[in-house]
């Protein structure tokens, strides 16, 4: 069965510190591991995708990578804006038309200044 | 602003009510989704529609029905609703199924269910 892990369920960090969040999955055939922020009262946000293992993408203090069990979102030099929960889905199934999702329960990152 | 639309934002209503979510998407997509999320789970995904058509239903209640009249416009129709099923539930729309799947979210309808 296809399974999303994350950890740690929540993270303090003060402005600054850097650190890195973790997403370990189960997929039957990766096909896509996403990233999403999502602010209270709002929709998740997308990301990145990540495609296959040593991928890495980068997005302003964020840069996500890749392997073939475990994703990690580091972030550098984090600033309070940046607090949010962080959510990170997999995309599986070999060949077929399948776009199901399955998420992980998220990360909640909370910047102190 | 995402390009998916969701009404109402909240939504309080009682056991014996029907009422119905709306999600408009603007992004020329061909897939829409239902989302259940509750407090300290994961995004449990309700219903998905590719090209109008109904391609999964993942065990969802009968007191929840789904309607997709065309590829831009997703309802969700509640009746005999359960206190928990209190929720926020998302809408989500993607280019379809194939190698690329990001899906936008709408900003969600908070449902309380007395």
């Known amino acids: 069965e296809d399974q999303v892990t994350q950890s740690p369920e929540a993270l303090r960090l003060q402005e600054g510190e850097s650190s890195s969040l973790n997403c370990s999955y189960t997929v039957s055939g990766l096909r896509g591991l996403f990233w999403y922020r999502q602010d209270p009262g709002k929709g998740p946000e997308f990301l990145f995708t990540?495609?296959?293992a040593g991928e890495e993408k980068e997005k302003e203090r964020l840069k996500a990578t890749l392997t073939k069990k475990e994703s990690f979102l580091h972030i550098t030099a984090p600033k309070p804006e940046d607090s949010a929960t962080y959510l990170c889905a997999v995309q599986g199934g070999y060949g077929g038309a399948t776009n199901k999702l399955i998420f992980g329960t998220g990360t909640l990152l909370a910047v102190q200044p | 602003e995402t390009g998916v639309t969701q009404t109402p934002r909240h939504l309080v209503m009682g056991m014996t009510n029907k009422k119905s979510l709306k999600c408009e998407q603007h992004?020329?997509?061909?897939?829409m989704y239902w989302y259940k999320q509750s407090a300290k789970k994961p995004l449990e995904l309700m219903f998905v529609?590719?090209?109008?058509?109904?391609?999964e239903n993942n065990s969802v209640p009968s007191r929840f029905s789904p309607e997709c009249p065309n590829s831009s416009h997703l309802f969700l129709h509640l009746h005999t609703l359960q206190p928990e099923d209190s929720a926020l539930y998302l809408c989500a729309s993607s280019q379809g199924s194939g190698t690329e799947n990001i899906q936008y979210f709408g900003a969600g309808t908070r449902l309380s269910v007395l």
């Open positions: 990540l495609y296959s």
């Open positions: 992004l020329g997509h061909n897939a």
């Open positions: 529609y590719n090209f109008k058509e109904q391609t």
